[in-house]
């Protein structure tokens, strides 16, 4: 009688274990399967520019002159590739130093208030859709930028100003984790050898966090690189490379949300949108490694 | 223990394969259950299937994809008929001209909306097949800054401002003011009407122009930017931005109903081949005098049951 309770325990707990299992592996192979079949949809569609409709790589990589409905058709992606990157690097590099400084005042300077209104104030910004940002920035930094500078305001430096408070949260919440993590042996180190505050932060605990730091700035970029929306509303559009930061440039994903929904699956076209996606992708792929190197890099 | 386990797991993975090679192969037979695996976010995976018809009264489902500048009419159409008809439902998506056109040509959607005729954007086979639907017309026209002083154009002028060769307002009578275009990406459906109607000419994108594919940022721009000049449809003007005269004919639905004012272009509803009973009823139901009195005069659109002159695909026009 004992025994057979004791089993049905037993089965009992067999039971969970199981259905726990399962339940594991079947979310974990439906979102391999899931990555699999997008990387392979976007590749397939991307590279048959090249195959189906014979354009040459060279021309996407290093052509200047984007007409696609043109007559002969030219399908250059260079301008939107410089626009990408030069919007998503200078986004970081407005965003990096205030992060960097935001995080070693909630954890070093200011623990206490930092940590009680700094950082859910900071947090909030990431939930703050991307229409939005757009929105704000084309009613607000649009016509700043527009007085002060020569130009329409639109261009590389509002998508770049816009960019940099959306990825702030990003940087942020990845450097306070990485300052909060620091061994405080170091710190007591420093003091205890008569080092000020900050000779501690710049000598001990900034070199020390660096790698772990600029994973934070690099995931900032890749999500800058790849945001869509906000830039597509402040920064002008024209396919073609500007000659200043305030002039109507394009980036890789606003070029594709601006054109994919009028062209027509199958076309060339369509195919060379997808040319840019599978550019895009590409270039997440580079930012993870990147990160991973980093990484690896912090924990040795 | 762990051989059940990698049992599980080898039938887990090629139920998921199977299940993917299925989706594969109807997705290129362009049948419905793609768009109906596609469109389960939205809730309805009938859609696709296209109206499963009663003989009493009507039901089914039909998906409505493409235009969005048709979308509010078809969507506010398409709530006034369900409610005359609960058993039907209409899904209405945007996605662009493009997108419609490709979703009724491959069969996921029963209906196409789009702002430029099938053979502009498909190759010729797939557009043959398609029925064409006109249910409005949208007239456009140019805008610019409040502050231009300008109040007419020619064609010609309009052509040299939208190709480049006229940078400065004071060439065609305006103030010294350098001009900013704001256009419509190449790919529009806008922009393909603009230019083949007003211009009369493609043109291409000039470095600075600046592109916005919806109306409302065209519209925010055109007002807010000194020198700005663009396009819209007629229901998107107001005082914040000023309209142009074309070649002298003001931009009003008379001048475009009577055939005086070109700059203007159908709403097409495609649907493959002859529409089924649901798509055919509620096509019926858009060009009833009772949408068209009504939904299209209210949300800026023209009435085709209005159009003094009719305009074919090459752009001859007849009384």
């Not at chain 1, 500007?242 to 980036?251: G, V």
Request: charged share 15%.
């Amino acid at each position: 009688m004992a025994r057979s309770r004791e089993n049905r325990k037993i089965k009992q707990h067999i039971m969970e274990e199981w259905t726990g299992k399962v339940f594991t592996s079947l979310c974990i192979v439906l979102l391999v399967v899931t990555i699999f079949s997008l990387v392979y949809f976007v590749a397939t569609k991307g590279f048959s520019s090249f195959i189906k409709d014979g354009i040459s790589i060279g021309e996407i990589f290093g052509g200047t002159q984007w007409k696609p409905e043109g007559e002969p058709p030219f399908y250059g992606a260079l301008p939107f590739i410089i626009g990408s990157f030069s919007t998503s690097i200078m986004a970081a590099i407005i965003a990096a130093p205030l992060s960097i400084c935001a995080a070693l005042f909630m954890v070093e300077i200011m623990p206490k208030i930092g940590r009680k209104y700094l950082q859910p104030a900071i947090e909030l910004l990431a939930g703050i859709p991307s229409v939005v940002y757009g929105f704000v920035g084309l009613s607000v930094i649009v016509p700043f930028y527009r007085d002060i500078f020569p130009g329409q305001g639109l261009g590389i430096a509002a998508g770049a100003t816009v960019l940099s408070i959306m990825i702030l949260p990003t940087m942020t919440s990845i450097a306070t984790d990485a300052l909060a993590a620091l061994p405080p042996g170091l710190k007591e180190g420093s003091y205890a050898l008569g080092a000020t505050r900050w000779q501690t932060l710049a000598r001990i605990v900034i070199p020390t966090t660096l790698p772990s730091l600029m994973t934070g700035v690099v995931l900032g970029m890749a999500r800058a690189f790849g945001e869509a929306l906000a830039v597509q509303m402040v920064i002008g559009n024209a396919p073609h490379i500007p000659r200043s930061l305030f002039e109507s440039a394009s980036t890789l994903t606003s070029a594709i949300t601006l054109s994919m929904g009028n062209t027509v699956m199958g076309s060339p076209q369509n195919n060379v949108l997808w040319t840019l996606a599978l550019i895009l992708m590409l270039m997440t792929f580079v930012f993870v490694f990147i990160v991973r190197c980093l990484e690896r890099r912090a924990n040795r | 223990m762990k051989k059940s386990l990698i049992l599980v797991m080898t039938l887990v993975l090629s139920f998921a394969l199977a299940a993917c090679g299925q989706g594969n192969k109807t997705n290129n037979a362009g049948g419905g259950t793609n768009a109906g695996t596609t469109n389960s976010a939205t809730g309805d995976t009938g859609a696709a299937g296209g109206g499963e018809t009663s003989t009493s009264e009507l039901s089914g489902s039909i998906l409505a994809v493409g235009s969005s500048a048709l979308q509010p009419l078809v969507d506010q159409a398409s709530k006034k008929f369900m409610e005359k008809n609960p058993k039907v439902s209409i899904q209405v998506q945007g996605g662009g001209s493009g997108t419609g056109l490709t979703q009724v040509s491959g069969g996921q959607a029963d209906i196409g909306n789009s702002d430029v005729f099938a053979e502009e954007k498909l190759d010729a086979a797939a557009a043959k097949e398609l029925v064409d639907h006109q249910v409005a017309v949208v007239g456009m026209a140019a805008v610019v800054n409040p502050e231009v002083t300008v109040d007419s154009l020619t064609k010609d002028q309009l052509v040299q401002i939208f190709t480049g060769k006229v940078t400065n307002w004071k060439d065609v009578g305006g103030p010294d003011q350098k001009i900013q275009i704001v256009n419509r990406p190449s790919s529009s459906g806008t922009r393909a009407t603009f230019e083949k109607y007003a211009l009369g000419t493609k043109t291409e994108d000039l470095p600075g122009a600046i592109q916005e594919d919806s109306s409302g940022t065209v519209h925010k721009l055109v007002s807010e930017t000194p020198g700005a000049i663009g396009y819209l449809a007629l229901s998107y003007l107001d005082d914040k931005v000023k309209t142009l005269k074309y070649d002298g004919v003001e931009a009003t639905e008379e001048n475009v109903a009577n055939g005086t004012y070109p700059v203007w272009a159908y709403e097409h509803m495609y649907t493959k081949g002859e529409p089924n009973e649901v798509a055919k009823a509620f096509l019926d139901y858009m060009v009833s005098d009772e949408v068209q009195n009504a939904d299209v005069v209210e949300l800026g659109y023209i009435p085709a049951s209005k159009m003094q002159v009719k305009r074919d695909l090459d752009g001859n026009i007849t009384k």
